[in-house]
């Protein structure tokens, strides 16, 4: 058996917030929502927000506390389906004044695509095969 993706975890500030986020702009309904976390099944590996661990429990797995720059380097890609669904969560950002760092674009690669940023800055790459 091959490895697979079996689920990404971000940690993140406000869970209220980001699932808002999660669900109303870009669409994603939450199977599971849990005191501080809560579980998107995205169809191949589930998309979980986690709000900010004790910072012992970082320490018992040797981790970090994400900071104040938490979203740095990190994109979550999610594939919405068909073209006019990258507009469509794009305007539903812009109506929410959420930031859309790159409008919807056709890239060379055979995608519709555009960035957003969640409430933690976080890069949600939204995009489609053309």
């Known amino acids: 058996m091959s490895p697979s993706l079996h689920q990404s975890l971000l940690m993140v500030s406000d869970l209220d917030a980001s699932v808002a986020f999660y669900r109303d702009i870009v669409g994603l309904e939450p199977d599971e929502i849990a005191d501080g976390n809560a579980e998107f099944d995205t169809g191949h590996c589930t ?66 695509m555009a960035l957003l940023s969640d409430p933690d800055d976080y890069t949600v790459e939204i995009s489609a095969p053309r």
């Open 47 to 112: 998309l979980v927000l986690e709000e900010d661990f004790d910072p012992e429990v970082l320490d018992a797995f040797g981790l970090d506390e994400p900071g104040d720059e938490r979203g740095r380097g990190v994109i979550v890609a999610i594939d919405v389906g068909d073209p006019e669904a990258v507009d469509t969560v794009c305007q539903r950002a812009a109506e929410a004044d959420e930031t859309v760092r790159m409008e919807p674009t056709d890239v060379e690669w055979g995608r519709r």
